[in-house]
């Protein structure tokens, strides 16, 4: 009975189903082991009496010994009897003791305002009744599920017929490249072909993948006073020195770019043009041009990011950069993210042939092959001019939501509030006066189930911004209406 008391705990089989199998046998050795509780030399009964000890038949306690055996932890001697291997004698933990996790030394992971407050956001976002002025999402709900649906199963059915599923993504990324190719000629100006394509899956992978053939430790990367702070962090990770440019109504401060450049040799520049990430504002043509001038001067490449070009409610849209004749400095980054929602993984770099071959083979390492239905997909609605139709009819919802937001914040708020009003986009970069602190908004808000963005998580040094980036494209109407209410009620609470 001593005995029967000491090895069915000594295995972990107190409690456990009345007849082990050999398996959980083996596992009962292995961390009886392993923590220090069977010494290296151990004897263990015979199989006969080991069975009968854990009320087992003899051939359990056979097939577990040999494979306990097998994998080094037992060892038999003829005429002796089976013992605990002698190679675990310095490995041994004592079983008093408690063994150490295994805590191997890492990089330090970015730790910006932006990415815990999308944590926060995400978790906050599912309770019942809250509201979320993102970046500026597209409404998911406008989506036209069923042309979608159909072109996702004409592509599916379309890979299953030509066996092309298992062969990766090679054709059918060469189709969606071609697809893209024409569609930025016709729409954004760009002369490009397919060879000037590469493919990604969303914006930050772009970027990181932009950034890591360019950059080497040390080298200086300029960037916006207020920018996107997964850029900046994906640049820092990669050894980049940051320097800012500062901002104003007309877009980055050029004159500030060609200062930096005389004091250091600068890698690259990260702008988002069009519609500057958060700002809204449009960077001018005369500081269009003084900036591929200043690239072509000093020898610094342009990542343009041009996140959202396909929303523009006031006149034209200014061309990219990128599709200037004369350009041979920009690195185009674009995505279809605002147009058909983030569940659609597609993203794209535009640069000379000799970058985007560099560009894929680094992609391939990391990603391996794309989605080849979805890419088949995707580059038939945008040949049927289906991508286009769904824009046109979205885009005019998006601005009347636009200008209901626009309504309703300056009867809330007055003269307390400054807008600049964008051309485009799917968001307003609001400025409050001194007396509303918007850090302490944003957290009052958050009480009153509403979630937003402090200004100070766009700055790259997290300096202080007493504004607002409040994306309206993904909520509709009255959603709009209460997510105003609750923001002027937080005010009302933090207001001096």
């Not at 969303?202 to 950034?211: D, E, K, N, P």
């Not at 990128?322 to 659609?344: C, E, M, N, W």
């Amino acid at each position: 009975m001593v005995q029967l008391r000491k090895w069915r705990p000594l295995l972990n089989l107190e409690g456990g189903e009345p007849q082990a199998s050999y398996r959980k046998i083996v596992e009962g050795l292995v961390s009886a082991i392993s923590d220090g509780r069977l010494l290296p030399g151990t004897p263990l009964p015979g199989t006969r009496d080991m069975a009968q000890l854990l009320d087992v038949n003899r051939k359990t306690v056979i097939l577990a010994y040999e494979e306990a055996a097998t994998k080094g932890w037992l060892y038999s001697v003829p005429r002796r009897g089976t013992f605990v291997s002698q190679q675990f004698a310095a490995q041994a933990t004592p079983a008093r003791k408690v063994a150490q996790p295994f805590a191997p030394k890492l990089r330090d992971a970015p730790a910006t305002a932006y990415f815990a407050a999308s944590e926060q956001a995400t978790a906050w976002h599912q309770r019942p009744g809250a509201l979320f002025f993102d970046n500026g999402a597209c409404d998911h709900r406008l989506l036209p599920q069923a042309v979608l649906h159909r072109y996702y199963r004409k592509a599916l059915r379309h890979s299953f017929a030509t066996n092309t599923v298992r062969h990766g993504s090679d054709g059918s990324g060469h189709h969606l490249r071609r697809v893209l190719a024409d569609m930025l000629r016709q729409e954004r100006g760009l002369n490009v072909g397919a060879e000037h394509i590469c493919l990604t899956q969303g914006t930050q992978m772009s970027l990181y993948l932009a950034a890591s053939v360019l950059l080497r430790p040390g080298d200086v990367v300029l960037v916006e006073r207020l920018s996107y702070p997964p850029a900046w962090e994906i640049f820092r990770q990669l050894g980049a020195r940051l320097e800012p440019v500062d901002l104003d109504e007309e877009g980055c401060r050029v004159e500030q770019i060609e200062a930096l450049c005389r004091l250091h040799p600068v890698r690259f520049l990260y702008v988002t043009p069009h519609h500057q990430f958060p700002t809204t504002v449009s960077l001018r043509a005369g500081r269009r041009r003084q900036l591929l001038e200043l690239a072509r001067r000093h020898d610094f490449c342009v990542i343009e990011e041009d996140y959202d070009h396909e929303y523009h409610f006031a006149g034209r849209p200014y061309l990219p950069l990128a599709s200037d004749p004369l350009q041979r400095h920009v690195i185009y980054v674009g995505s279809l993210s605002k147009s058909l929602g983030s569940t659609f993984r597609c993203s794209f770099i535009v640069a000379p042939p000799a970058v985007t071959e560099t560009l894929s083979r680094t992609a391939a390492l990391i990603l391996g092959q794309g989605d080849a239905v979805m890419q088949r997909m995707l580059a038939d609605l945008i040949e049927a001019g289906e991508l286009r139709k769904h824009l046109r009819r979205v885009s005019r919802e998006y601005r009347r939501r636009r200008d209901m937001l626009l309504g309703c914040l300056r009867e809330a708020f007055g003269e307390r509030i400054a807008v600049q009003v964008p051309e485009g986009g799917l968001a307003l970069w609001v400025r409050f006066v001194p007396s509303i602190n918007v850090d302490r908004l944003v957290v009052e808000a958050l009480r009153l189930d509403l979630v937003v963005r402090a200004g100070r998580q766009f700055s790259p040094a997290g300096q202080p911004e007493n504004a607002l980036r409040l994306g309206f494209a993904s909520l509709d109407p009255d959603e709009i209406r209460q997510a105003v209410q609750r923001l002027a009620q937080a005010a009302k609470t933090v207001a001096d």
